[in-house]
């Protein structure tokens, strides 16, 4: 049985105990929004904290690929510079290639090849070897009688010569001993290599060709080899050897090489065909020799291009076509079975035309006695304008037409007569030239 007092004690517990549960479903629903509120602080924290990290990784990412392209470019520029470093080392390489180039040009200059026979030939020696056979002129022309009060200046001109024989023939230009054929009293002086001076006969030229022969009563003297023009090519090593403007400078020596082969001229008194070369030639050179690399002449050096504003044009008579006229001159004193006119003259330009109103031609100066032209009854001072029925307004124009005849040929020569004013055709038979 349960006394008073129990009864009361339980009654108060289950009261507390209901009381208590009346109050459970609230504290629930509290710590349940509680939780809510927490877990929602934690999700805002930790959207805010994702959010943080995904915008430092964000940055991170950026930052990364900053770093990757400056990488990149840094790898460009490695590249380029490795690519700029190839291009130099081909540079230098082919910087290298040039200057073995040149040192091997060099060294074929200072010992060049022959190409015949592979013999190796020294400039030095070269030139010292045929150097004695080139010989310095002096022509002097005392002062002429003009009248009984005046006189001219004395005349005078220097070139080169090329010994062909040991007893004193040599060859050298027509217009270097020219004032012989003018003045009787002409003297020319041959200068050797060892500074003896010897006076020189003049033996004959051909003045169409720019060629004279002379002669020194001399023996033993040292002769050039004489070798073949006709086998000369453009790029060939050439020597010149002669006195440039004078004796004073004796012996000098050009180097150079062939420019240009068979080369025309147009020029009185040239001959037909010519070799160039940028082998220095200057006024003195005149008549000197024009070397192969064997030591050999190939040419008889005769002029340049004389402008202020060309340089290294020069010009030699080639040797194989100098040859027969060279023997011709020496045995017969000309060239033999040449036809001519018979007469010499100066140009009438078309300033002289106008100015004294006669027309343009060759203006004959002298007639040969006994040749074709005096036997026609062309005079001096007659001006030819056709020549075998073609215009002519040089010397060189009737050398062309007449020398395509032969001697006892007939042709139609054309003058003005400036007496009369009046033009007549005559009939002019070619003899030889003496």
Avoid at 64 to 83: M, R, T, V
Avoid at 346 to 353: A, R, Y
Wanted: one cysteine or more; glycine letters at 8%; a negative charge.
């Amino acid at each position: 049985m349960y006394s008073n007092n129990d009864y009361n004690n339980y009654s108060q517990q289950d009261h507390k105990n209901k009381k208590n549960k009346s109050y459970t479903p609230l504290v629930i629903l509290i710590s349940v929004m509680i939780i809510l509120v927490i877990g929602l602080l934690c999700a805002v924290i930790y959207r805010q904290t994702i959010n943080k990290y995904e915008l430092k990784i964000s940055q991170y990412n950026d930052t990364i690929s900053q770093y990757q392209q400056d990488i990149k470019s840094c790898q460009d520029n490695i590249n380029s510079l490795n690519s700029q470093v190839s291009d130099l080392s081909n540079n230098l390489s082919s910087l290298g290639a040039e200057m073995q180039n040149v040192s091997d040009s060099v060294d074929t200059i200072n010992t060049s090849a022959d190409s015949n026979n592979g013999k190796t030939i020294n400039i030095v020696q070269t030139a010292a070897k045929v150097s004695p056979s080139v010989i310095g002129i002096k022509v002097d022309v005392p002062a002429q009688n003009v009248n009984s009060f005046w006189q001219t200046q004395p005349l005078g001109d220097q070139g080169s010569g090329i010994i062909l024989t040991a007893d004193g023939y040599i060859v050298t230009n027509f217009h270097v001993v020219s004032y012989v054929t003018q003045y009787q009293n002409t003297v020319i002086t041959v200068v050797l290599d060892d500074g003896s001076e010897h006076v020189a006969t003049y033996i004959g030229g051909d003045e169409i060709n720019d060629l004279a022969i002379i002669k020194i009563d001399a023996q033993n003297l040292p002769v050039a080899t004489l070798g073949s023009s006709d086998n000369s090519k453009v790029g060939d090593f050439v020597i010149a050897i002669g006195n440039p403007l004078g004796v004073d400078l004796y012996g000098s020596v050009t180097f150079g090489i062939i420019s240009g082969v068979n080369r025309k001229i147009d020029a009185e008194n040239v001959a037909d065909k010519l070799i160039q070369t940028d082998a220095a030639i200057n006024p003195g050179n005149s008549g000197g020799a024009l070397l192969n690399m064997n030591g050999e002449v190939i040419g008889i050096n005769t002029i340049k291009i004389n402008q202020s504003n060309v340089e290294g044009i020069g010009f030699a008579i080639p040797i194989d076509y100098a040859k027969p006229l060279i023997d011709s001159i020496i045995q017969y004193g000309y060239v033999k079975d040449r036809p001519t006119l018979g007469l010499n003259g100066s140009d009438v330009t078309n300033t002289m035309s106008r100015m004294y109103n006669i027309p343009t031609g060759v203006l004959v100066d002298t007639v040969d006695q006994g040749s074709g032209a005096e036997t026609a009854g062309i005079q001096i001072n007659d001006i030819v304008t056709k020549v075998d029925g073609q215009t002519v307004s040089t010397l060189s124009d009737i050398s062309n037409i007449v020398k395509i005849h032969k001697i006892g040929d007939k042709i139609t020569v054309t003058i003005y007569r400036y007496q009369t004013g009046n033009y007549s055709d005559i009939p002019v038979t070619l003899t030889e030239q003496k």
